[in-house]
């Protein structure tokens, strides 16, 4: 396979939820486009969105540590106790016949979260580069699928289902994990909404360098 | 918007799914790889009716035994208790607990045939080449994609408690075989939301459009 020839109009995009061509204006920071024909919103221009998105993240790196490391929830019932953590979780499905769903809650609350954060930070990384390196654009194109994956949000009203459920039976002990971890579904959701992809797709450098915005030769020379 | 209505298909342009550039394949070529990330590209998803109808279907039949097994076992020293999801929701069902009660109802019972129900109808109308109702099918599109993943919560419901619920021989709780299908049926469903190429609703109605009206090519 070749590659495509890009179009020379920076301003002309399709929507990606009808295809209708259209022009996207020069935005003000915080502003937003919306298709005209399906109302999706095209781009929305984030302010300071590299160093905003970058501190969140650094934080979600740190409550993901430790949310990992600590119980997550225990239980007291006749001077017995118990306690679990996300993957003592997942743990306790595999070693009890169900493998495929205890993998399925590893995946979407400890690996595709971690990927999800892991690859923000390397991206966040690349593209504080005056001229963010192909990596980045391989590590951007999968970035929206670990965080299709990634569901700690819903594994936290899970979790207090749960709670509700054994509190019959027992004295619930929340751990120290459950309360970072709501605290981490609201760094996710912001490290989400701060970053802005268009900005560092215009910036990085491109698989089919030669053809970068139709200027052809004369770049090539100048990188080479 | 002055912008013609016409879609990249028609213009002989490709929209990256990775990183929104537009490009035109090569002379000679139909598709090719964008340029900028190297996603291979092409005017629709490959064979979306066909992976969303083979996802939809086999999350269609997983959703039966995911309703009519138990998903968890409760052993006291009374014996034995299976509780499908249904009976999970009633179970919850107190004047202290009903709000919960109704998060697990919306998001296993509701929500999961709502999501086979919507794709089914999305699919058979895009395939019909409907051009009635685009804007509510697409809203339609995207609410089933947003709320897909909260039937998961079931799912860890059922992970927390048997992980916990573990004081043999007084009382101890494991997953049942309904569980694994159920588990199936969000993921089968969140598939087929991703194979479904939501241009194709717009299609028909776009292609009515150029007809209609002279519409001039750049």
Redesign the interface.
Known sequence: MSYNQPINDHSLLACQHCDLLQRIPELEPGASARCPRCNKELWRRRVDSLNRTFALTVAAVVLYIIANSVPMLGLTIVGRDAQTTVIGGALHLWNNDQKVVGVLVLFTAVIAPALQIGLMLAILLGAMRPRPPQWVATLLRYHPTTKIWSMIEVMMVGVLVALVKIADYATVVPGLALFVLWVLVFILAGMSSSFDSRDVWDRIQWADEAHRDGAGEALVEGTS | ?S???????Q?G???C??????????PG?E???????????SFRKHGSFQRTWAYLLAAAICYIPANVLPVLTTTTAAGADSDTILQGVV??WSPT?WP?SI??LV?SIMIPSAKILALGYLLITTQRGSVAN??QR?RM??MVEFIG??S????????????????QP??SV??GPG??FF?AVV?FT?LAV?SFD??L???SA?MQAAESKEVTYA
């Not at chain 2, 598709?31 to 590209?41: F, K, N, T, V």
């Open positions: 918007m912008a013609p209505a016409m879609t990249a298909m213009a342009l490709q929209s799914e990775g990183c929104g550039l537009l490009s035109r394949p090569a070529e598709e090719g790889q964008c340029p900028r990330c190297d996603e291979e590209l179970l919850l607990g919960l998060i697990v998001a685009n804007e697409i599109y995207r993943r909260w998961m919560v079931d799912v860890f419901v059922d992970t927390f408690t048997a992980a916990l619920i573990q004081l007084l009382m494991e997953p569980l694994i588990a993921v969140m991703e939501p241009r609703i717009w299609d776009s």
